[in-house]
């Protein structure tokens, strides 16, 4: 079952433009994970934030997680056609193992020139 | 540094046919995850292998589908017999430990006819 769900399921933006992508996840969570999927690729593991951060920095990336809320969002800044891509949000439970990632839906982003 | 890699990249099969999927983890990394991403939503968790011990296998459906990782280092997830709705993409992962980054491979995308 997935434990959390990407808003919104679709993004269509210029190049150029900002892209904010938001999760939202159901249990208490020991970090939440960002991975990007091309067509037809694998993930690639963007960052993580703890439970105990409320804000990361990976280049152009920017990551929120306001656990009150059980949410997250990511921040793509100064988008490139190739950042065209689904992306998914996973979470690590805070019990159990942690390594037991339960991923959201996607946000499918689409950057066009 | 080679990075996970899964064969076939692709299959059709007709149903009721076996299947095999193979998967070469990352050197190193201990920790082997299979996990099937339906069209349209996340991948989903089969099974985790801490080296050669299946530690969480509470998502694979034992009755067609069976996973070995007999040397702690490849792996191969079978399923016998295959069904319609096993049409999707079967992705491994690697890790170096429990709790570590997972890195994905290209995933097998089955198409069963």
């Not at chain 1, 998914?88 to 982003?109: I, Q, Y």
């Not at chain 2, 070469?24 to 991948?43: A, E, F, R, V």
Request: neutral net charge.
């Amino acid at each position: 079952s997935q434990q959390g769900e990407e808003d919104p399921q679709a993004l269509s933006i210029q190049e150029g433009e900002n892209a904010t992508m938001n999760c939202s996840y159901k249990t208490s969570i020991n970090n939440l994970q960002w991975y990007r999927q091309n067509s037809g690729r694998g993930l690639v593991h963007l960052i993580l934030i703890r439970s105990n951060e409320r804000e990361k920095h990976s280049g152009r990336l920017r990551v929120t997680l306001d656990t009150s809320k059980k949410s997250s969002s990511l921040l793509i800044t100064a988008s490139r056609a190739a950042d065209t891509a689904s992306y998914f949000c996973a979470t690590s439970p805070s019990t159990g193992t942690a390594s037991k990632l339960t991923f959201g839906t996607g946000t499918r982003l689409q950057v066009t020139l | 540094e080679a990075g996970v890699v899964q064969s076939p990249r692709y299959k059709i099969i007709e149903k009721k046919q076996p299947v095999a999927f193979w998967c070469n983890p990352i050197s190193g990394h201990n920790t082997l995850y299979w996990y099937l991403q339906n069209l349209g939503q996340g991948p989903e968790l089969l099974i985790r292998y801490e080296n050669e011990e299946a530690v969480d296998d509470s998502q694979l459906p034992k009755d067609r589908f069976s996973a070995e990782r007999l040397k702690g280092v490849d792996s191969t997830l079978k399923i016998q017999p295959a069904e319609l709705g096993d049409s999707a993409v079967y992705l491994c992962a690697s890790s170096l430990g429990p709790g570590e980054t997972q890195y994905f491979g290209p995933g097998t995308r089955l198409l069963v006819l």
